[in-house]
């Protein structure tokens, strides 16, 4: 029997429509940038994770029962030195590697959501699904407040499916450190300083690419002060202080554990044969490993090939935010390209342009001038992106 109400009068809501109610209520309350990149963010962490589920069973040779399970095909690379951070901290009997050249605040997380997630490698995943999450909302906030919500999607989209994005997804640094990066950038443009310090200094403490933030933070501070007419010496710039003391407490702790100031540098020397080297040998050693001839190749050539492009990205977006008056931008990137580029060889190059996030907010403004540009990017990009994330699931070196 169909049951009568008198128009006007309000609607009761049955026991089984209340969490369908709360999660909208809870929906509604979500700033509009958690609104608009929460559901591609999530959608693509599920298509990454079908990607090296089904590349696994394709690849895998004999009977099924010989499929690696999900944490298995994630465990790979470096994964495994931040997990050994996590679980015994530095310079410990448990192992030998060099970790002192990863800096505390990723194997910090991940301990923190063990204390939930007993497993190492789902607590690293969960650690940067969620710090992905916040990257994308500020990305696209900062894009979105130049060229609205166009703007916005096509700068998160540029993230997304950028070719070494799988380590947005794998157990690595980059995701915490482009949420504290963009985040600290988000707060310096609303002029909320001790925000934007603090923020700079979780990213100072996750990988060594904070010191080129800083440099952008510097800058970003001075153009906006000078933009707004306010005074550049002024209480907020002691904010600027912050940032690189995590840099420094990381430097002291290793003195504690090792009884020397560089246990930095040596570790890296010691563990990747890597120091500090004028720019132009990096690049002539890194070309003869890039372009070693038909009988030197190797399963590393297309790697190095790699690194001597990201410098050249580096250098190429630089030029371009400088034309346009980016300077903050310009600092941030630049000082990185400078960073990467200062080594005997060039490694993990690909990572650094990953977590400048001034290159997606170029794309995005360039997107908005050139239509054509977005389709083609994700084209291009995105195929690359998943082979990327084949490989790295099958062990295979990506960088």
Known sequence: MTSLREPGSPVRSTAADRPARSLRSLWSRLPEAARATLPVWCASRVAVALLSLAAARVTVEGALGSVPRFTQLWDRWDVGLFTKVARYGYVSPHYADRTEVDFPAFPLAIRLVHFFVRDWIVAGLLVVFLAGAVAMAAIWRLAADEGGPAGGRAAVLAVIFTPYAVFLFAGYSEALFL???????????????????????????????????????????????????????????????????????????????????????????????????????????????????????????????????????????????????????AAFVGAATIMMASTNYYASGVRTILVAFPLYLLLARAAARFPRLAPAYLWLSGPLMAAFVVAFTQGRWVD
């Open 179 to 329: 949420a504290f990066a963009s985040t600290a950038w988000l707060a310096g443009r609303r002029g909320r300083w001790w925000l934007a310090g603090l923020l700079a200094a979780g990213a100072a403490g996750t990988r060594i690419t904070g010191i080129p933030l800083w440099c952008g933070m510097v800058v970003l501070y001075l153009v906006e002060r000078r933009r707004a007419g306010l005074p550049v010496f002024a209480r907020p710039a002691l904010a600027l202080a912050l940032p690189p003391l995590p840099v420094l407490g990381f430097l002291w702790y290793l003195h504690s554990k090792t009884g020397v100031w560089n246990a930095y540098t040596d570790a890296m020397r010691d563990g990747w044969h890597r120091w500090t080297d004028w720019p132009w040998d990096g690049w002539r050693t890194t070309w003869g490993s890039a372009f070693p001839g038909p009988d030197g190749s190797t399963t590393f050539t297309w790697f190095f090939r790699a690194e001597l492009l990201a410098v050249v990205i580096g250098v190429v977006v630089t030029v371009l935010l400088l034309r346009g008056r980016r300077w903050a931008e």
